[in-house]
C-alpha cells in the first residue's frame, strides 16, 4: 500500500503559475507510471500528465507547453509545475502512482486531491 498526499493547490490569478507536490509514504522508484488527473465539477476525471520509470512524459493535449511533470525517487515525490494557468484549469487535481508487479498484477493508488482554481 503505498500513501500519496498532495499539496500546492490555490487559488491563483489567470496567466499565473502553481507547483503540485504528491509525497509518497513508500518508494516510488518501482512505480511503472506516477501523475496527475484532475475532475472538473460536472465531468469526468481526466489525464493532466503522467512520467514513467524510463523518464517517458505524456501529457493532455490541452496543457501541453504548459504543464511540467516530474518525479523525485530519492524524494519520493512526483511535481506538477502548472504555468499560463487558465479558468478552464479549475479542478481537483490527484496524484496517481500505477504499479506493476513481477506477477503482472497492477496496484493504482490515489491521492486525496488538492483544489486548484483559475479565477481573477
Known amino acids: 500500500q503505498v500513501q500519496l498526499v498532495e499539496s500546492g493547490g490555490g487559488l491563483v490569478q489567470p496567466g499565473g503559475s502553481l507547483r503540485l507536490s504528491c509525497a509518497a509514504s513508500?518508494?516510488?522508484?518501482?512505480?511503472?507510471?506516477v501523475g496527475w488527473y484532475r475532475q472538473a465539477p460536472g465531468k469526468q476525471r481526466e489525464l493532466v500528465a503522467i512520467v514513467t520509470t524510463s523518464g517517458t512524459t505524456n501529457y493532455a493535449d490541452i496543457v501541453k507547453g504548459r504543464f511540467t511533470v516530474s518525479r523525485d525517487n530519492a524524494k519520493n515525490t512526483v511535481y506538477l509545475q502548472m504555468n499560463s494557468l487558465k479558468p478552464e484549469d479549475t479542478a481537483v487535481y490527484s496524484c496517481?502512482?500505477?504499479?506493476?508487479?513481477?506477477?503482472?498484477?497492477?496496484?493504482?493508488?490515489w491521492g486525496q486531491g488538492t483544489q486548484v482554481t483559475v479565477s481573477s
Open positions: 513508500r518508494s516510488i522508484f518501482s512505480m511503472s507510471a
Open positions: 496517481n502512482a500505477d504499479k506493476i508487479d513481477a506477477l503482472g498484477r497492477r496496484y493504482i493508488f
